[in-house]
């Protein structure tokens, strides 16, 4: 059984477990050359499910190291970007809302943001149903830990985001 685990904005990437066990994983930038790409991971991604000869049928799960997807305060520009590079009205759009939430600050637009999220990925023929997302924290703390030689270990994590979810 196959779990994809997707790494989406900056440092890009994806892996594959099977049966549990961490079989392959791969920075975007590595496959498009650009040093530092902040993105989707769609070519490592399909690279990963090409090497593998996989189809989203044969996966269990995918992953997401982030308990909920607008909580890493990516713009809806950004994502858009992301996600539909295609369509000028989606980037118009995610400006727009942008814009709004920049005159009125704290306003929310989590929403629109999983909308947007969400349907760019149905509309790419991802399996919403198989969507899972973790604590982003908590999946620092076991990518240290389950390779570590210990049975038992405490673990601190210290990221640009360490005070949120505390
Ligand atoms: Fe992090």
Same mark, same amino acid.
């Given at each position: 059984?196959?779990?994809?685990?997707?790494?989406?904005?900056?440092?890009? %990437?994806?892996? &594959? &477990?099977?049966?549990?066990?961490? *079989?392959?994983?791969?920075? /975007?930038?590595?496959? !498009? =050359?650009?040093?530092?790409?902040? !993105?989707?991971?769609?070519?490592?991604? /399909?690279?990963?499910?090409?090497?593998?000869?996989?189809? #989203?049928?044969?996966?269990?799960?995918?992953? @997401?190291?982030?308990?909920?997807? %607008?909580?890493?305060?990516?713009?809806?520009?950004?994502? $858009?970007?992301?996600? =539909?590079?295609? %369509?000028?009205?989606?980037?118009?759009?995610? *400006? #727009?809302?942008?814009?709004?939430?920049? *005159? @009125?600050?704290?306003?929310? !637009?989590?929403?629109? #943001?999983?909308?947007?999220?969400?349907?760019?990925?149905?509309? =790419?023929?991802?399996?919403?149903?198989?969507?899972?997302?973790?604590?982003?924290?908590?999946?620092?703390?076991? %990518?240290?830990?389950?390779?570590?030689?210990? $049975?038992?270990?405490?673990?601190?994590?210290?990221?640009?985001?360490?005070? *949120?979810?505390?």
């Amino acid at each position: 059984m196959y779990i994809l685990g997707i790494n989406f904005g900056h440092g890009a %990437s994806a892996c &594959l &477990l099977k049966n549990g066990r961490l *079989i392959a994983a791969i920075e /975007n930038e590595k496959l !498009t =050359r650009i040093k530092g790409q902040a !993105t989707f991971p769609f070519e490592a991604i /399909n690279y990963l499910m090409d090497l593998y000869k996989l189809n #989203f049928d044969k996966l269990q799960a995918i992953a @997401f190291g982030c308990k909920d997807i %607008s909580e890493f305060g990516y713009s809806i520009t950004n994502l $858009n970007k992301y996600l =539909r590079n295609d %369509s000028l009205i989606s980037k118009m759009q995610g *400006i #727009f809302l942008d814009f709004y939430k920049f *005159i @009125f600050f704290r306003s929310d !637009t989590s929403k629109k #943001f999983k909308e947007v999220f969400y349907n760019s990925l149905k509309h =790419r023929g991802f399996p919403i149903d198989k969507l899972i997302f973790y604590d982003h924290h908590e999946c620092h703390a076991y %990518s240290a830990y389950y390779p570590s030689p210990f $049975n038992e270990s405490f673990v601190l994590t210290a990221d640009g985001r360490a005070i *949120i979810n505390h």
